[in-house]
């Protein structure tokens, strides 16, 4: 359940009306030993309707075998566990969850990590990951593929369950998506083959079940060759027996302009690939008007026109793990400073801020003044995610990406254990 923060609550007199405990509260939220309780903050309560006390000599296994639930959902249910941390005896474990007998799904859940991901933070996430995508693999004019140092993730993958996939973009030395480089790549043959070969064989020996498929800002003059690029990469694809996600910007009409939007045709690339990623999320951004990032009604609007267009059970709703921290008034030559979820509310909480829920646009926000500015922070909590995993299960998608797991997002986990059924693929 969902707890919203009134002026005068403790921590210890929530979890003595829940009866839960104050650590259990602290970790599933995310917060600090010395860390404050915000007016307005959301706090996911997980109120165990079955528990296990560990006993000498007993594993993970062993407990699966006693109680009927699997290691996985054992994880889930503490996911202190997922750190690696031994048992120890007399710890008491959750086996099972009040409400979670109403799950939505099943759902996939994917997560986009990068290679200098933290572990920890990883680990919060891994035991809830379908798929795995490792953001990413480049590609240079010779053909040659910009490797990352992978090796760990998909170890982690592999220990978890998940389905590690590859993704491949075409972002250049300067770290950003090359217009230029993509035409390249579709419109030479010769080139689109050996990167194409190259990346089958490195598939094949890391043991990747997906390509994912991440080109942004194509021209629209390419968009026919990109078309056939994609064909070109399911065809090799499904002959080894992997998959093709293509990621799509959010578009509400079919004929959208702006070269972010105008090669990605929704009905084209649905038919070629076999799910895609709908990147619901920029709405507010580095450089925009202080918003929330993915405000439902926009989220909505733009998943209502993919459904219309795509099969929903191919789709993925995109899920933004961060928010913006904003100057008033808004400049729009001043970055906004990204920030994590977790980060917001500790931050909220030192600079003695209340959090407000926008009802319109389902996301929380605040402001603050420091160094005699005023700040304007949006960003997720546990309110605003429920809001995107019910709307996803009205329209019947296949589930939901979170990019990216950078940053810590304890209360979101904690969340989907609860409510979300998740779908297992390995």
């Given at each position: 359940?969902?707890?919203?923060?009134?002026?005068?609550?403790?921590?210890?007199?929530?979890?003595?009306?829940?009866?839960?405990?104050?650590?259990?509260?602290?970790?599933?939220?995310?917060?600090?030993?010395?860390?404050?309780?915000?007016?307005?903050?959301?706090?996911?309560?997980?109120?165990?309707?079955?528990?296990?006390?560990?006993?000498?000599?007993?594993?993970?296994?062993?407990?699966?075998?006693?109680?009927?639930?699997?290691?996985?959902?054992?994880?889930?249910?503490?996911?202190?566990?997922?750190?690696?941390?031994?048992?120890?005896?007399?710890?008491?474990?959750?086996?099972?969850?009040?409400?979670?007998?109403?799950?939505?799904?099943?759902?996939?859940?994917?997560?986009?990590?990068?290679?200098?991901?933290?572990?920890?933070?990883?680990?919060?996430?891994?035991?809830?990951?379908?798929?795995?995508?490792?953001?990413?693999?480049g590609f240079h004019e010779d053909g040659t593929l910009v490797v990352p140092d992978d090796g760990w993730l998909l170890e982690e993958a592999a220990l978890f369950g998940a389905v590690p996939v590859l993704v491949l973009t075409s972002i250049d030395e300067s770290g950003n998506f090359s217009t230029q480089r993509a035409s390249n790549l579709f419109q030479n043959q010769t080139l689109q083959d050996q990167v194409l070969d190259h990346l089958m064989a490195v598939m094949e020996e890391k043991g990747y079940r997906g390509l994912d498929s991440d080109f942004e800002y194509i021209a629209e003059s390419d968009a026919q060759a990109y078309f056939a690029f994609l064909e070109n990469a399911r065809a090799r694809l499904h002959a080894r027996g992997m998959f093709l996600h293509v990621d799509l910007a959010p578009k509400t009409f079919a004929q959208q302009p702006g070269l972010l939007y105008a090669a990605h045709n929704y009905p084209v690339i649905g038919g070629i690939a076999d799910s895609v990623l709908v990147m619901t999320y920029e709405w507010g951004y580095a450089y925009g008007p202080p918003m929330a990032v993915a405000p439902l009604p926009q989220v909505e609007a733009v998943l209502r026109y993919a459904v219309s267009e795509i099969p929903p059970d191919k789709i993925q709703m995109g899920i933004p793990n961060y928010g913006y921290d904003w100057i008033l008034p808004y400049e729009k030559e001043r970055r906004a400073v990204t920030l994590g979820n977790q980060e917001a509310v500790l931050l909220a909480s030192r600079m003695g801020a209340e959090i407000r829920f926008d009802e319109t646009a389902q996301s929380p926000t605040f402001q603050y003044t420091r160094g005699g500015q005023l700040h304007q922070v949006w960003f997720e909590d546990a309110r605003s995610i429920r809001a995107k995993l019910a709307l996803a299960g009205e329209l019947g998608l296949s589930g939901a990406a979170y990019w990216n797991l950078l940053r810590p997002f304890p209360q979101n986990w904690a969340l989907l254990s609860e409510s979300i059924l998740i779908r297992n693929e390995s």
């Amino acid at each position: 359940m969902i707890y919203v923060v009134k002026r005068g609550d403790t921590l210890s007199q929530i979890a003595l009306e829940y009866g839960v405990s104050v650590e259990r509260l602290r970790s599933d939220n995310g917060l600090l030993a010395d860390q404050g309780l915000v007016p307005g903050q959301a706090l996911v309560i997980l109120i165990p309707s079955g528990t296990y006390t560990v006993r000498p000599g007993d594993s993970l296994y062993s407990i699966s075998g006693q109680t009927g639930v699997p290691v996985l959902e054992l994880i889930r249910y503490n996911p202190v566990l997922a750190q690696g941390f031994p048992l120890y005896p007399g710890e008491v474990l959750t086996t099972g969850l009040v409400g979670a007998g109403e799950r939505l799904g099943p759902f996939t859940i994917n997560g986009y990590a990068y290679t200098h991901t933290r572990l920890g933070v990883l680990r919060q996430a891994m035991p809830f990951l379908t798929q795995l995508s490792v953001f990413s693999y480049g590609f240079h004019e010779d053909g040659t593929l910009v490797v990352p140092d992978d090796g760990w993730l998909l170890e982690e993958a592999a220990l978890f369950g998940a389905v590690p996939v590859l993704v491949l973009t075409s972002i250049d030395e300067s770290g950003n998506f090359s217009t230029q480089r993509a035409s390249n790549l579709f419109q030479n043959q010769t080139l689109q083959d050996q990167v194409l070969d190259h990346l089958m064989a490195v598939m094949e020996e890391k043991g990747y079940r997906g390509l994912d498929s991440d080109f942004e800002y194509i021209a629209e003059s390419d968009a026919q060759a990109y078309f056939a690029f994609l064909e070109n990469a399911r065809a090799r694809l499904h002959a080894r027996g992997m998959f093709l996600h293509v990621d799509l910007a959010p578009k509400t009409f079919a004929q959208q302009p702006g070269l972010l939007y105008a090669a990605h045709n929704y009905p084209v690339i649905g038919g070629i690939a076999d799910s895609v990623l709908v990147m619901t999320y920029e709405w507010g951004y580095a450089y925009g008007p202080p918003m929330a990032v993915a405000p439902l009604p926009q989220v909505e609007a733009v998943l209502r026109y993919a459904v219309s267009e795509i099969p929903p059970d191919k789709i993925q709703m995109g899920i933004p793990n961060y928010g913006y921290d904003w100057i008033l008034p808004y400049e729009k030559e001043r970055r906004a400073v990204t920030l994590g979820n977790q980060e917001a509310v500790l931050l909220a909480s030192r600079m003695g801020a209340e959090i407000r829920f926008d009802e319109t646009a389902q996301s929380p926000t605040f402001q603050y003044t420091r160094g005699g500015q005023l700040h304007q922070v949006w960003f997720e909590d546990a309110r605003s995610i429920r809001a995107k995993l019910a709307l996803a299960g009205e329209l019947g998608l296949s589930g939901a990406a979170y990019w990216n797991l950078l940053r810590p997002f304890p209360q979101n986990w904690a969340l989907l254990s609860e409510s979300i059924l998740i779908r297992n693929e390995s």
